[in-house]
């Protein structure tokens, strides 16, 4: 009895030691992060009306044969990463493509940084704000800096703030993110390219120089 008691214990004590060790090896479960483009192509919806605002800012040929569509957010910094590569495809294919850029908020505190580039855009100066927000403006996302951006950018202020505030860029705003949510988008930047959805927004450069071939 003593023996068989022995090798009880003995048995438990493997089994608990080959339990711990597949716990210690096994991965941590991890959700995406919320500025990580991470959903299947198979969940995102390719509805062209959901896609497409006329009213969005857009940058390029407006008649190119190839129409870009991101969804971003001014506190992503894949979509900053992003952002600078749009500016190198601007200057290199020039009337091939239009860029349209779209808000979906993942960060809250984007928002505002939102309404400024909606803002903006009313004076034409949309490229220019997103240029600054990604590399300046975003570590303070404050509306007393969105003025100076204003400022700097030599902007109307008093319509911009007008523009910043109103209830039709945070309409436009919430449509954008409705409709990303509705199109199945987990995360930024989301990237059509003629309506079709780009799941590695890297190859970008790459489904461009296909579609103008």
């Not at 009895?1 to 089994?15: D, E, H, R, Y």
């Not at 850029?101 to 997103?130: C, E, M, P």
């Not at 945070?170 to 199945?184: C, F, H, M, R, V």
Request: with cysteine; charged share 20%; net charge negative.
């Amino acid at each position: 009895m003593k023996n068989s008691g022995t090798t009880f214990i003995i048995i438990v004590a493997l089994i608990g030691l080959v339990l711990g060790g597949f716990i210690l090896s096994s991965p941590p479960k991890t959700s995406a992060p919320s500025s990580d483009n991470s959903s299947a192509t198979s969940q995102v919806k390719e509805n062209p009306t959901l896609i497409d605002n006329p009213n969005s800012p857009v940058v390029g040929n407006k008649d190119a044969s190839v129409k870009i569509v991101v969804f971003s957010d001014f506190l992503c910094p894949y979509c900053a990463q992003l952002h600078t590569s749009l500016d190198g495809y601007v200057a290199k294919y020039g009337d091939k493509i239009v860029i349209e850029i779209r808000t979906f908020l993942v960060h809250d505190q984007a928002q505002i940084l939102s309404q400024a580039a909606y803002a903006a855009d009313k004076q034409g100066k949309f490229w220019a704000t997103a240029d600054l927000i990604f590399t300046k403006y975003s570590t303070d996302p404050s509306e007393d800096n969105m003025t100076k951006m204003a400022e700097e950018l030599a902007l109307d202020t008093a319509r911009f703030k007008i523009d910043m505030d109103s209830d039709a860029a945070k309409n436009q705003i919430a449509k954008d993110t409705s409709d990303a949510e509705a199109l199945g988008l987990g995360g930024t930047p989301s990237v059509f390219v003629n309506n079709k959805y780009l799941e590695d927004p890297s190859q970008l450069e790459n489904k461009i120089i296909e579609l103008t071939q």
